[in-house]
Nanobody, 123 residues
């Protein structure tokens, strides 16, 4: 499956952004989906994941209550709604697809990756 992420940008602290990731070339509803991010000088880290149906989700502790992952299987799209953004959320955000649902997942659990979208939060 091919993934195309979008929706990043520059936002002030406390603001919101919604990232989207459109899938093509596969049966989207058969994949668990995830979001990861990589901040400058840091390793890639888990952000959120959602099961095939969208009924089960998991988040990294620092994102709980601020970020919401969701999916629309009819549109082959997974979303990441990010609220109350902080400067430390600045990173390149990647969407990824996995044939299994893991909670919490590791990067190696995902088979396909999008190209990433830059999120910059100014203080």
């Amino acid at each position: 499956v091919q993934l195309q992420a979008s929706g990043g940008g520059l936002v002030q602290a406390g603001g919101s952004l919604r990232l989207s990731c459109v899938a093509s070339g596969g049966t989207f509803s058969s994949y668990a989906m995830g979001w990861f991010r990589r901040a400058p000088g840091k390793e890639r880290e888990f952000v959120a994941t959602v099961s095939w149906s969208g009924g089960v989700t998991d988040y990294a502790d620092s994102m709980k209550g601020r970020f919401t992952i969701s999916r629309d299987n009819a549109k082959s799209t997974v979303y990441l709604q990010m609220n109350s953004l902080k400067p430390e959320d600045t990173a390149v955000y990647y969407c990824a697809a996995s044939s299994k649902y893991y909670s919490p997942p590791r990067s190696s659990d995902f088979d396909s990756w999008g190209q990433g979208t830059q999120v910059t939060v100014s203080s």
